[in-house]
């Protein structure tokens, strides 16, 4: 005892020789955290006392928060009086403060960091004004420290790296100026449906594909075409009759799947740019087939010849193609059961095509059974027919386009001869001046503040290096502005410890709230120095809160706080779930209804409670029907309050939040639980025991997640984490892989599968199994389901703010909150309390706090 | 027949991800020298210059094999051949069979060939995007080792549609489809115009990385020791970037090797389905042999493939894809097992000629992984699961069967992590690895 004392004053001595720590520790913490017993792995005895070293620094601040928080000692120990433990908290603390503020006031809290691979797309696309580049897919996904592709530490550097942003920024500029200069067409060009291979070509059957259901019909108004479909007449009227052409359309009654992905091939977007596009289309009934069969009339079956008006809007999700089978989304639109024009006014890129999806219908995948169209009823199935699209663009206010002026100011521009490298020529008045001064202008405009005269023309000998080698003027101004958008004064964001300089929080505030680089205005107030002024930081803050580009912060944001990037991971499974597998109309309007509630929250200046608990939510007609709420119409997102006692609101009970938080096949109260503790709650939880085999869902349903749970709560070492990680995670259990309440287990076993026909058009072959429980305890308190869980969480507003200012300070400043910053987070708090921590409040609390305006 | 298009573009993708190295470029003379030794690097940044050269060649035959004549029965060393690879057998242990293995949600049937060396999820869905390919991983990694960073080689590709290598940014790399022009790019390459062009290109790349890597005295100076590690990653990136231009560069100008073998024919037809892929194989076996390059990827179309040649003596009644729908004809099902069988037998033949061929007294076989294996498990029903799986060479201790769950599969992802280590690239993930592949282990 005497000996181990020794060691132990020895190691602390450099805390501070007198004092109350040695002492508290050694009365009552070392018995179980020494070298043999080393309880929780925890030996104090080995225990660095050089707080300089994060690591010791890291367990000193557990050891201190663990017995605050009145966990340690442990119960069943004898408890220390209460004025020694104060002391030696005091004094810890005191030494943890001392330490951590100085650590920040030499370094800063955050490293130096590279922009992420979403802040170089914004970046590059705000710089040349072209909102169609497509960088980020092209550099290696980044990687994150403290749950955000924020920080420094994990925003490395390697030469795969750097090659692919040389690759891409050179890209960029090309395509940029290549898109700017004049356009391709200006006329409007309609492309019919009947034009188009991929629409009229699988009206014919094939040796691979004889069923109806897969094959497309022809429509005339809202009659089909039982001619025109057997090949007996022409596919098309043509040009001749232009009013009869119009009428003509192709329907299906199938999604947009292998092997039936119609697409409007004639159009290719000739040059990267804005486009307008109308798509004309209508619903049509299909009447059921006639055929027997074994005695039994196969009305599933549909009779492409017996067309009549459709029933129904159908939801359609609009795609920018590039083949062989790149698809991106544009848009989303209601065709009704009348001729319905819709309209959508979108950036392409060179190349893309349209191509469209009915969300409501089947994708046939194949299976044990004949695929069947799920939707098909005795009397007929749903239909869609597409005529035309209408296509106007690229379009721009003037030519050459914008991104022409910010790469070449006015020089004139022609077309280049054959062969050359680059389609155009800029002829410039005088090349040495001109490149120089284009340069300065590119240089000044691309770095987020003032440099020198002569860093303006570091690159100048990269330009004058490719003309002395033959390159043309404008290829070699491009040449220079590649390096320039490679250099480390534009990947990096520069911040120096201390109170950063307000080009530094200029470049801080808009890389939070937009995603990117300053703006002139923002810039502008940095030069003039004005930004360090909280009412001029406030006012800055709302005006870019408000500009359309916050969309970017509200996704990049929730993208990672709630992990919803990961949304698409994991389909459900196609057994167990044949009703959400395939169906990509839902989990885009979940995560779309995710990122839509956190703009509400940020809108509206709605209480931090609003996080786990909300009167309404945004659903279109798919995700109200996942929800089971009184039904809407069409795609569009909107904000509907929920009926009294409903289990929705907030963003736990969300699908998109569900489906994260799942695996496709089932769900584990400890994955939920210890998601919703460490991003909604705030509390970190413990993680795994590395030699433990996790425990895992049994599909064939005898015995229920919870029942393993209980069991393995049965060891004592087990409980002491499992009692604080699950129950958030029970309370959840009502809810699927996808978010679809559940009163009782799917299993794979059983006597009667359910009755159904999938999304994959094949026959559920799932079972209804074991009821649900989902009562729990937290923090002591009883719940019994969702609902009880909800009330009690948001009742501790505070701690639901708390939690969002620590993940909004990682997110805006890319550095945790540490132990010396906790108190600037409660006065962060302590300023929002009295709007009950409105969340655009917590945001301008932030960006005014000293975590904010210090490094 | 009638959907068989040819490929016209006549661009040949053995290209690094780097645009400028898009362009290829040879003198245009022939020279002689010894082949291997003329090739090794300058200085080399990664892996150790000392490092075997290993290879990768990646296959996908898109229509897959019939399971029932594939997979062997038994586990481990003491497995019982398949019907099929008792054709292989006297490789027996060159190579591992693989059962209960595939790409985590990598579903739509025929369009998931263009994931067989991404694993890119969902190739049938709204929102696909592909991601980079195997090769080309490698090719970012060690390309600039060898002339061609990567070749990207097929047989009937749907014009535009099919290949095996994809870039990062989820941009198609083109096939080439003749093994003429494999052939004219290996030992003849192009004019002295296009050598200029490319060179050009490369030096422009170095003088932006020189400019931008200038400037680390003055920024290092101003900084923190904590920040200013974190630029010195960036300026350690700069150097190695440009290293590896100077080597692509130094390529352009380095002779060709010599070619022992007259320049092929190329089949005309698509029914020469199967001569055309022996062509390729040997044009792969030439491109290790001379160490052009180290990272090959070859796509079978055979769903783009007409009824075809077997064997110069045997033509099928109906089109490949045709006959994999052959629901339990016996008729098809024997044509589709002639044709199985005759990949089986130009698999080992290219097993047996690589390991004829020699360098530094090792079988170039030992030094060359051949991935064999589809996109379909069982192309009758279009299932993306239990996929057929072959791994010859390379330096893996073979003669195995690796039996995995059947019900719930294992990643096949796994697999290339355990190759991309195998080459010497430091890597523990691609796309939706979860390690390396369990109870596959290295020798020599």
Redo the contacts between chains.
């Keep these: 005892m005497t000996f181990r004392a020794a060691i132990l004053g020895l190691l602390l001595l450099p805390l501070g020789a007198a004092g109350a720590l040695p002492l508290f520790l050694e009365k009552h913490c070392v018995e179980c955290h020494d070298a043999e017993t080393k309880k929780g792995g925890l030996d104090m005895t080995a225990l660095k006392s050089d707080l300089q070293d994060p690591k010791s620094f890291a367990a000193w601040v557990k050891i201190h928060d663990r017995t605050v928080q009145g966990e340690m000692p442990p119960k069943k120990k004898a408890r220390p009086a209460a004025a020694e433990q104060a002391a030696y908290l005091g004094e810890l603390s005191a030494r943890l403060l001392r330490e951590d503020a100085a650590r920040i006031a ?2 800063g809290r955050s ?4 922009m992420n691979r979403f802040e170089y797309e914004n970046a590059v696309r705000d710089l040349l004004q072209a909102p169609w580049l ?1 960088i980020k ?4 996904e980044d990687t994150e420290a403290h749950r955000y592709n924020k920080s ?2 994990a925003l ?9 942003t ?3 920024a ?2 960029a500029l090309r395509s940029a100026f290549v898109s700017s200069v004049a356009p391709a067409d200006t006329a409007t060009r309609r492309h019919y449906a009947r034009q188009q291979g991929s629409y009229v070509g699988k009206m014919k059957f094939s ?2 594909n004889m069923s109806p259901e897969r094959a497309t019909f022809p429509t005339l108004g809202f009659k089909g075409q039982p001619e025109v479909r057997a090949g007996n007449a022409p596919a098309t009227v043509g040009k001749a009759d232009p009013i009869l052409r119009d009428e003509e359309g192709v329907g299906v009654v199938h999604g ?4 039936v992905e119609p697409w409007f091939g004639t159009f290719r977007a000739p040059q990267a740019g804005r486009y307008l596009i109308k798509l004309c289309g209508h619903s049509v009934w299909v009447g059921p087939g006639k055929t027997k069969s074994k005695g039994q009339v196969r009305w599933q079956i549909p009779d492409l010849d017996d067309i009549s008006k459709g029933r129904r809007a159908e939801p359609v ?1 609009v ?1 920018a193609l590039t ?7 544009i848009g989303t639109i209601d065709l009704g059961a009348d001729v319905t024009v819709a309209e959508l006014d979108v950036v392409l890129k060179a190349g893309e095509s349209i191509q469209i ?1 009915v969300t409501r219908f089947f994708r046939s ?2 299976g044990p059974s004949r695929a069947q169209n799920p939707l098909a009823t005795p009397e007929g199935q749903p239909g869609l027919v597409m005529r035309w699209i209408d296509v106007k663009g690229p379009l721009a206010p003037q030519w050459p386009a914008a991104p022409y002026a910010v790469l070449f100011d006015d020089l004139p521009v022609k077309a280049a001869p054959k062969g050359a490298a680059l389609p155009y020529a800029v002829t410039p008045r005088d090349p040495a001046a001109d490149a120089e001064r284009l340069l300065r202008r590119f240089v000044r405009a691309a770095y987020r503040r003032p440099v020198s005269a002569s860093e303006e023309i ?2 100048l ?2 330009i004058q ?2 003309l002395k ?3 043309s003027f404008a290829e070699a101004m491009l ?1 220079g502005y ?2 320039v958008l ?3 004064q534009f ?2 964001l520069r911040e ?2 201390g109170p950063l300089d307000d080009h530094a929080l200029a470049a801080r505030l808009s890389f939070f709230l937009w995603n990117s680089p300053p703006d002139a205005e923002l810039r502008a107030m940095a030069d003039a120095k004005k930004l360090r002024d909280p009412a001029v930081l406030r006012a800055q803050t709302d005006r870019l809160l408000a500009d359309a580009r916050s969309r970017r912060f509200v996704e990049a944001f929730t993208d990672y706080w709630l992990e919803l990037r990961k949304a ?4 459900p499974d196609s057994v167990l779930y044949p009703d959400y597998y ?1 169906d ?1 109309h839902l989990l ?1 309007s979940a995560r779309d209804e995710s990122h839509e509630t956190f703009a509400e929250l940020l809108r509206g200046n709605l209480p931090a409670r609003a996080v786990v608990d909300a009167d309404f939510v945004f659903v279109n007609e798919r995700l109200a029907s996942l929800y089971q709420l009184p039904p809407v119409e069409g795609v569009k997102l909107r904000k509907v309050s929920l009926p009294a006692g409903s289990v929705r609101g907030g963003f736990m009970t969300q699908a998109a939040v569900l489906k994260v938080t799942a695996n496709g096949t089932t769900t584990s109260p400890v994955i939920r639980g210890a998601w919703v503790m460490e991003r909604i709650l705030g509390r970190k939880p413990p993680p795994p025991p590395p030699s433990v085999p996790a425990v895992e869902p049994d599909t064939r349903g005898a015995v229920t997640i919870r029942q393993q749970l209980e069991k393995h709560r049965t060891l004592e070492s087990c409980a002491s984490c499992h009692t604080k990680i699950d129950p958030p995670g029970f309370a959840l259990e009502s809810f699927d892989v996808m978010g679809g309440f559940r009163e009782r287990y799917r299993a794979l076993d059983g006597k009667t599968p359910e009755v159904g026909i999938g999304k994959n058009g094949q026959a559920f072959a799932f079972h209804n199994a074991l009821p649900i429980e989902t009562y729990g305890e937290l923090d002591g308190k009883a719940f019994k389901d969702i609902r009880d869980f909800k009330r009690l969480v948001a009742a501790d507003e505070r701690q639901l703010a708390r939690n969002l200012v620590g993940q909004l300070a990682v997110y805006a400043t890319g550095a945790p909150v540490g132990f010396a910053d906790r108190a600037k987070v409660e006065v962060v708090l302590d300023g929002a309390q009295a709007g009950r921590y409105g969340v655009r409040d917590l945001v301008r609390g932030l960006v005014t706090s000293e975590l904010f305006l210090n490094k | 027949m009638a959907s068989y298009r040819p490929a016209q573009a006549p661009f040949v993708a053995f290209k690094r ?4 190295r898009r362009f290829l470029a040879g003198t245009g003379v022939l020279l002689a020298l010894p082949m291997l030794d003329a090739m090794t690097p300058a200085f080399a ?1 990664s892996p150790a210059p000392a490092a075997k050269p290993r290879r990768m060649l990646g296959i996908c035959n898109n229509l897959g094999l019939v399971p029932d004549y594939f997979f062997p029965t038994g586990k481990g060393k003491d497995y019982k051949p398949s019907p099929y690879l008792e054709l292989l057998q006297a490789h027996r242990d060159d190579f591992s069979v693989f059962s209960g293995v595939s790409h985590p ?1 990598v ?5 998931a060939d ?1 994931c067989f060396l991404t694993a890119a ?10 991601t980079i390919s195997l090769d080309q991983f490698m090719a ?2 060690i390309g600039h080792l060898t002339r061609f960073p990567s070749m990207t080689l097929g047989v009937n590709c749907a014009r ?3 290949s095996l290598s994809w ?4 941009v ?1 790399i083109p096939t080439e489809e003749r093994a003429s022009e494999v052939f004219r790019k290996m030992f003849m390459g192009g004019s002295e115009a296009e050598v200029r062009a490319q060179e ?1 290109r490369l ?3 170095q ?3 020189d ?2 890597g ?2 680390a005295g003055e ?1 290092r100076r ?3 020791a ?3 590690d ?2 010195d ?2 300026f350690t ?2 150097r ?2 440009e290293q ?1 231009m100077q080597m692509s560069k130094e390529w352009e100008r380095k002779p060709r090797p010599v070619a022992t073998t007259p320049a092929p024919r190329d089949p005309g037809s698509p029914k020469e389905y199967m001569d055309k892929v022996r062509l390729m194989y040997d044009m792969a076996r030439l491109c290790f042999e001379t160490d052009s390059s180290r990272a090959v990827t070859l796509m079978l179309d055979s769903v783009n493939t007409p009824a075809l040649d077997i064997d110069h003596v045997h033509t099928t009644t109906d089109g490949y ?2 006959l994999s ?1 052959h629901g339990r004809s016996p008729k098809k099902l024997e044509q589709l097992k002639q044709i199985d069988s005759m990949h089986m037998t130009l698999l080992a033949k290219l097993m047996t000629d690589l390991k004829a061929a020699k360098e530094d007294g090792q079988s170039l076989l030992d030094r060359t992984m051949i991935l064999y294996g589809s996109n379909l498990g069982n192309a009758s ?3 993306t699961t239990n996929l057929p799986t072959l791994l010859m060479g390379g330096g893996f201790k073979h003669g195995q069967h690796h039996v995995f769950d059947t019900e719930n599969n294992y990643p096949l992802p796994n697999l290339y992590v355990s190759m991309l280590q195998r080459m010497g690239i430091e890597a523990d993930k691609f796309a939706s690895s979860t390690g390396t592949l369990r109870g596959l282990d290295f020798v020599g």
């Design positions: 030499a370094q490293v130096e960091r590279r497509d897919e092209s550099l290696p420094g530490e490395d550097v390697s030469h795969v790296q750097l090659q692919r040389l690759t891409a050179e890209e040796e691979f947009s799947y292998e092997p999700t795609y083949p062989p089978r790149v698809l991106r989304r999806d995948r194949p570091r690159f000998p990269v290096g490719a080698s033959g390159s040449s590649a390096a490679c250099s480390p990947l990096y120096a410890p698409g991971a994991n389909d395939l990509d885009d | 991800a780097v645009s400028r940044a949600d579903d739509g049937g025929h369009p263009n999820p969902h190739p049938s869905s709204g929102g696909f995007r592909n970012e990694r535009g549609s099919r870039t990062a940014g989820g198609m050009r030096q422009l790349g003088s932006i990385l400019a931008v200038g400037q920024l101003t900084m923190g904590r920040d200013r974190r630029l990653q960036y990136s700069v190695e970037l590896r894809h045709s729908h029903a279009h299932t």
